[in-house]
Nanobody
Framework: QVQPVESGGGLVQAGGSLRVSCLASGRIFSFHVFGWYRQAPGKQRELVATINSIGTPNYADSVKGRFTISRDNANNTVYLQMSSLKPEDTAVYYC??????????????WGQGTQVTVSS
């Protein structure tokens, strides 16, 4: 069983930087995609960034140029480096892991979330 666990959230001033991490316990052998999602109070959960098992990143338009997703394959860890933070980046950030389990099929795993608060 694979379980993502986030860490590194906190409080930061607008314009500052913060890095959140996601450690996935267990061995992963199949093609997979790590993703960071966020959910602000009263809003739907939204995709922030993804990185697949060959290292291809993708970003939501709202964070392009400010956030960087990266991975440490040896340690099954994915990072989200956030810079030039804005108050609207305030949310609970969730790590998601999708592991391919068949043709067009993925198993979905979620972390418990970590709070990121950006003060103005």
């Amino acid at each position: 069983q694979v379980q993502p666990v986030e860490s590194g959230g906190g409080l930061v001033q607008a314009g500052g930087s913060l890095r959140v991490s996601c450690l996935a316990s267990g061995r992963i052998f199949s093609f997979h995609v790590f993703g960071w999602y966020r959910q602000a109070p009263g809003k739907q959960r939204e995709l922030v960034a993804t990185i697949n098992s060959i290292g291809t990143p993708n970003y939501a338009d709202s964070v392009k140029g400010r956030f960087t997703i990266s991975r440490d394959n040896a340690n099954n860890t994915v990072y989200l480096q956030m810079s030039s933070l804005k108050p609207e980046d305030t949310a609970v950030y969730y790590c998601n892991l999708k592991i391919r389990s068949g043709v067009g099929k993925f198993d979905d795993y979620w972390g418990q979330g970590t709070q990121v608060t950006v003060s103005s």
